[in-house]
C-alpha cells in the first residue's frame, strides 16, 4: 500500500512538473496573437511574401465559398492578383480564443473579425516549427444572424443545389 502511495505521489509530482507554468501559456498567447495579427495586417497591407510566410508548406485555407479548400500552392495562385494590385483584404480581430496542447507544441484558436463582409469568424490550428509559430489550418466563415438564416439560405438555394448534386456525384 505505501509503494502505491508513494508511487502515485511521484506520478502526481512528475506530471504537475511537466505541465507548462501560466506564464509559459501567457507567452505563447502573446507571439500567437502577435503573429496572427501581422499576418491580418500583412493581407491589409497586400504583402505576399509575409502573408504565405506564416503558412507552413502543407497549410490548408478554407475560404467561405463552398469551392474554396486550398492547400498553400493553390491559394497562393488564387491571392496572387489581388495581393499584386496593392488590395488584397482587411480583417481586423475583434476578439480570439486560443487554446493548447499538453506540450504547446500545437494551439487552436477562433476569433471575430471585422472585415469588408462585416463580422466573419476565423478558426485555424497553429503549430510551432523551428522556434516559431506557423498556421497550419485555417477556416474563414461569415455570421449570419439566427433570424436571418431564411433569407440566406433562400439566396444560397439554386447555386448550392447544383453544387451539393455534383459533390454527391463525386462520393463514392
Given at each position: 500500500?505505501?509503494?502505491?502511495?508513494?508511487?502515485?505521489?511521484?506520478?502526481?509530482?512528475?506530471?504537475?512538473?511537466?505541465?507548462?507554468?501560466?506564464?509559459?501559456?501567457?507567452?505563447?498567447?502573446?507571439?500567437?496573437?502577435?503573429?496572427?495579427?501581422?499576418?491580418?495586417?500583412?493581407?491589409?497591407?497586400?504583402?505576399?511574401?509575409?502573408y504565405?510566410?506564416?503558412?507552413?508548406?502543407?497549410?490548408?485555407?478554407?475560404?467561405?465559398?463552398?469551392?474554396e479548400?486550398?492547400?498553400?500552392?493553390?491559394?497562393?495562385e488564387?491571392a496572387?492578383?489581388?495581393?499584386?494590385?496593392?488590395?488584397?483584404?482587411?480583417?481586423?480581430?475583434?476578439?480570439?480564443?486560443?487554446?493548447?496542447?499538453?506540450?504547446?507544441?500545437m494551439?487552436?484558436?477562433?476569433?471575430?473579425?471585422?472585415?469588408?463582409?462585416?463580422?466573419?469568424?476565423?478558426?485555424?490550428?497553429?503549430?510551432?516549427?523551428?522556434?516559431?509559430?506557423?498556421?497550419?489550418?485555417?477556416?474563414?466563415?461569415?455570421?449570419?444572424?439566427?433570424?436571418?438564416?431564411?433569407?440566406?439560405?433562400?439566396?444560397?438555394?439554386?447555386?448550392?443545389?447544383?453544387?451539393?448534386?455534383?459533390?454527391?456525384?463525386?462520393?463514392?
Amino acid at each position: 500500500m505505501q509503494k502505491t502511495v508513494l508511487l502515485l505521489a511521484t506520478a502526481s509530482l512528475f506530471a504537475s512538473c511537466m505541465k507548462p507554468s501560466e506564464e509559459a501559456i501567457k507567452e505563447e498567447k502573446q507571439e500567437i496573437n502577435m503573429m496572427l495579427d501581422e499576418w491580418h495586417q500583412a493581407a491589409a497591407e497586400a504583402d505576399y511574401e509575409d502573408y504565405f510566410n506564416d503558412l507552413t508548406d502543407d497549410a490548408t485555407y478554407i475560404g467561405t465559398d463552398a469551392t474554396e479548400n486550398w492547400n498553400k500552392k493553390a491559394f497562393g495562385e488564387f491571392a496572387k492578383p489581388y495581393f499584386d494590385k496593392g488590395q488584397a483584404w482587411s480583417f481586423k480581430p475583434l476578439q480570439r480564443n486560443i487554446y493548447f496542447n499538453e506540450d504547446l507544441s500545437m494551439a487552436w484558436f477562433d476569433e471575430l473579425l471585422d472585415t469588408q463582409m462585416k463580422i466573419c469568424r476565423g478558426s485555424g490550428v497553429v503549430i510551432k516549427k523551428d522556434g516559431e509559430w506557423k498556421i497550419k489550418h485555417y477556416v474563414l466563415s461569415m455570421t449570419i444572424p439566427n433570424d436571418k438564416i431564411n433569407d440566406v439560405v433562400k439566396a444560397k438555394n439554386d447555386i448550392e443545389n447544383k453544387l451539393t448534386s455534383e459533390l454527391k456525384k463525386q462520393t463514392p
